[in-house]
């Protein structure tokens, strides 16, 4: 949490009239994404048909007072808004930039930095799956890897997170450096490199050491070297721009010596056993998957484990358990004439505000449910983290909130205002009293931690005759 007098030091704003010195703790940039107003930060960014500073009469309204606006923003403006803080700086989205820069050198903890032309968000979910037992993480929402979704990720980092995982995506010369400041990563992760995001490049090498140029300052680079034009443009990378001891490579193979040597990949029709050779230890492992996208983000994914010094045997136990990760949120055709929004498999609050926005875009019908699960390793107490939750569900008028977990069973006196609610221990509890009436022409969004198993809640909903069983343990 920042106070506004740091803001305006750290972005070298003008102030014109210091009204308030109030505690900013989070970054808007789209009106209809408010939710606390009182330590919001606005940055008015122009688009394509109107100016941000179009947007500050009605945050105002709304209780926001701290705005960072572009120079050409009057005096006579600023004057109707007698108790806000306006921040003039030349560029006002060099100064979103520069305050989630700032705020990234708070921390010193590993941080991932991921970019490539495919593969980026799978690799980084899938890491996700991988590590949450062994690190509060932070990592990038969705696909959240721009120039405007870089900083919003990273203002994410607090002092509870032992882990960061973030990606970079451009689309030309220039914007890497910008991203490689913000992100700043100790451990650098390339993905599949091709065709993709290439219009705005000369051919596909200046692609690859543009995007190089992230990892300008981290201390270990993960990479597949069976890409000829990856693999020379690193070698270059590591002689001209990172020469010196401080910088290891991390190369995997499936052709040649490599850190992690790919000995076997064997298909069946439901998923691929991997054999590889990692110093003198042979590593052998299943996914439940069979493309060879998939077969490559996942030995891409077995690297940074070795990297961060997972057991071998955690990595042939974890690897199976891999699930598939919806590239965006899907609308469902649900029983008595419902629709289901199925975002379960990972919970945290950034995620969650992402999914009730998309639930809110549905108009199919009047009534809007959430079922969410406890949110798990928030670094937050139960009652500071429930409590933010349902002043969220407040702000977007949910109609009716089910709530599954022993945390959210203990903190249901925080829901109090929502019209609807009911609570369940467990999975299984939710199973047991389930009653198909109970839903009916209402937009249902289902937002779990993997632990829940909320797929059994979703074929509840999604199919009329089949129950569903709950998997002992």
Avoid at 392 to 420: D, S, V
Wanted: charge should be negative.
């Amino acid at each position: 949490m920042y106070k506004v007098s740091q803001i305006a030091s750290i972005i070298k704003a003008q102030e014109p009239a210091a009204k308030t010195d109030a505690d900013v703790e989070h970054i808007l940039l789209d009106s209809r994404k408010l939710l606390f107003p009182a330590t919001s930060v606005f940055f008015a960014l122009n688009g394509p048909r109107r100016t941000g500073s179009s947007f500050i009469p009605e945050l105002y309204e709304k209780g926001v007072r701290c705005f960072v606006v572009d120079e050409d923003v009057a005096e006579e403006t600023t004057k109707k808004f007698p108790k806000a803080a306006f921040l003039q700086v030349p560029d006002v989205m060099q100064a979103l930039q520069q305050l989630a820069a700032y705020h990234r050198q708070q921390f010193n903890v590993p941080v991932l930095g991921i970019t490539g032309s495919n593969g980026k968000t799978i690799v980084k979910e899938w890491l996700y799956q991988l590590l949450q037992q062994d690190y509060n993480i932070v990592r990038s929402p969705k696909s959240f890897n721009s120039q405007v979704g870089v900083p919003l990720s990273v203002w994410q980092m607090s002092e509870e997170n032992t882990l960061a995982i973030f990606e970079a995506g451009i689309s030309q010369p220039g914007e890497m450096q910008n991203l490689a400041k913000i992100i700043e990563p100790t451990i650098g992760v390339i993905t599949s490199i091709g065709e993709a995001h290439g219009e705005g490049f000369l051919n596909i090498r200046q692609k690859i050491n543009e995007k190089l140029r992230l990892f300008v300052k981290s201390e270990v680079l993960i990479y597949c070297a069976d890409n000829p034009d990856l693999n020379e443009a690193v070698n270059t990378f590591t002689n001209n721009v990172r020469s010196g001891d401080d910088f290891k490579l991390f190369s995997w193979s499936k052709k040649e010596s490599a850190t992690l040597q790919v000995i076997a990949v064997e298909k069946s029709s439901i998923q691929t056993n991997i054999s590889a050779k990692f110093v003198e230890t042979e590593i052998n492992f299943n996914i439940p998957f069979t493309d060879e996208a998939s077969i490559e983000n996942a030995i891409t994914c077995c690297c940074v484990l070795l990297h961060l010094g997972v057991a071998v045997e955690s990595i042939i136990q974890r690897m199976p358990q891999l699930r598939y990760v919806e590239m965006r949120l899907e609308l469902k055709q649900g029983i008595n004439n419902c629709s289901v929004i199925n975002d379960s498999y990972n919970s945290d609050i950034n995620s969650l505000v992402i999914a009730l926005d998309f639930l809110q875009q549905q108009q199919q019908h009047s009534k809007q449910t959430l079922i969410l699960s406890d949110i798990m390793q928030s670094g937050k107490s139960s009652g500071e983290l429930y409590a933010d939750v349902a002043a969220i569900l407040e702000q977007k008028n949910i109609n009716r909130f089910i709530g599954i977990g022993p945390e959210l069973t203990r903190q249901k006196n925080a829901f109090k205002n929502i019209a609807q609610t009911a609570f369940y221990t467990s999975t299984a509890d939710f199973i047991h009293q389930f009653h198909a009436q109970h839903f009916y022409d209402e937009t249902i969004l289902l937002k779990g931690a993997r632990f829940f198993e909320f797929e059994l809640v979703s074929h509840l909903l999604e199919q009329k005759f089949t129950r569903p069983y709950l998997r002992s343990t």
